[in-house]
């Protein structure tokens, strides 16, 4: 299935905002790591319907990643 693009926008914001505060990063960091992650590639490309899942959810994999890449 794939996501209303408007809507899948807003869900992008809204992670990658939580995201920041959660990691206590300034929000150009998070959207810059957001855009280069796996967690957008199968987010944008409908993979495993994602998009379906809670903001949080998408959160704490964007975290798992980040903490993989950055200890």
């Not at 990063?25 to 992650?37: M, R």
């Not at 495993?48 to 993989?68: F, N, P, T």
């Amino acid at each position: 299935m794939e996501a209303d693009k408007t809507l899948l926008h807003m869900k992008f914001s809204r992670v990658v905002a939580r995201f920041a505060e959660q990691q206590k990063i300034p929000a150009e960091k998070a959207l810059e790591f957001f855009y280069h992650s796996e967690t957008y590639r199968e987010l944008n490309e409908g993979i495993a319907d994602l998009h379906c899942r809670s903001d949080q959810y998408i959160v704490d994999e964007l975290k798992a990643e980040y903490l993989d890449l950055n200890g």
